[in-house]
């Protein structure tokens, strides 16, 4: 049984892996939507925080700020420990998606067209995986990052298996009915002894 969740962890984690390297390479080849449906799917089925700080990401360079802004309160809420370079990155990104909320708004309140927002000359940064986030102050702060694979799951103690106890029922059971057919459970008295005298063997 332990082997088979085993073997079914780890077909999850290879999918997972596969389909988190093609959001990535949609990332990187800017097909933010791609990487988006590819990110959201994944976090749904992991709940790894990791995946809402690519999401943010990627509403980011979708020019979406309200679902950008959204995704990367929710990372820094559900991130457990994210050091302190990590949380002043995704509040610049909060900063900056916030000002083009407000020119956006500031231009349709004008009725003139919104100023296109140039992202080709802002370097595209690989979004972070679930893996282990890397070290403070590396060049690749922004990446996209991975998840862990999710550790395989412990079997049960044999104790707590429905079919040991049926075995020691039916040991048990099988104990009683060969004491009963031995006689232990069979009282008798020796006809030849008057009663309330115990006699001797």
Same mark, same amino acid.
């Given at each position: 049984?332990?082997?088979?969740?085993?073997? *079914?962890?780890?077909?999850?984690? +290879?999918?997972?892996?596969?389909?988190?390297?093609?959001?990535?390479?949609?990332? =990187?080849?800017?097909?933010?939507?791609? %990487?988006?449906? *590819?990110?959201?799917?994944?976090?749904?089925?992991? +709940?790894?925080?990791?995946? +809402?700080? !690519?999401?943010?990401?990627?509403?980011? !360079?979708?020019?979406?700020?309200?679902?950008?802004?959204?995704?990367?309160?929710?990372?820094? $809420? /559900?991130?457990? !420990? @994210?050091?302190?370079?990590? #949380?002043?990155?995704?509040?610049?990104?909060? /900063?900056?998606?916030?000002?083009?909320? $407000?020119? /956006?708004? =500031?231009? %349709?309140?004008?009725?003139?067209?919104?100023?296109?927002?140039?992202?080709?000359?802002?370097?595209? #940064?690989? *979004?972070?995986?679930?893996?282990?986030?890397?070290?403070?102050?590396?060049?690749?702060?922004?990446?996209?990052?991975?998840? @862990?694979?999710?550790?395989?799951?412990?079997?049960?103690?044999?104790? %707590? $298996?429905?079919?040991?106890?049926?075995?020691?029922?039916?040991?048990? *059971?099988?104990?009683?009915?060969?004491?009963?057919?031995?006689? =232990?459970?069979? /009282?008798?008295?020796?006809?030849?002894?008057?009663?309330?005298?115990?006699?001797?063997?």
């Amino acid at each position: 049984m332990a082997g088979v969740l085993a073997m *079914l962890a780890a077909r999850t984690a +290879l999918a997972a892996d596969q389909r988190e390297l093609k959001a990535r390479e949609a990332f =990187a080849a800017q097909r933010y939507q791609d %990487a988006l449906d *590819l990110f959201a799917k994944l976090y749904a089925e992991t +709940l790894h925080p990791i995946y +809402l700080r !690519n999401i943010g990401r990627c509403y980011q !360079n979708l020019g979406q700020p309200d679902q950008a802004i959204s995704s990367f309160r929710d990372y820094l $809420r /559900k991130a457990k !420990n @994210p050091t302190a370079d990590e #949380t002043r990155e995704i509040e610049g990104f909060i /900063k900056e998606m916030e000002d083009l909320k $407000r020119r /956006k708004e =500031a231009s %349709a309140s004008s009725s003139t067209p919104p100023p296109a927002t140039d992202t080709s000359s802002a370097p595209v #940064t690989p *979004l972070p995986s679930a893996s282990p986030p890397p070290a403070s102050g590396s060049a690749n702060a922004s990446a996209v990052l991975t998840a @862990p694979a999710p550790a395989p799951e412990e079997a049960p103690p044999l104790y %707590a $298996r429905w079919w040991f106890w049926a075995i020691v029922g039916g040991v048990v *059971l099988a104990g009683v009915g060969v004491a009963f057919a031995a006689g =232990a459970f069979t /009282k008798t008295e020796d006809a030849s002894c008057p009663m309330g005298r115990t006699c001797s063997p």
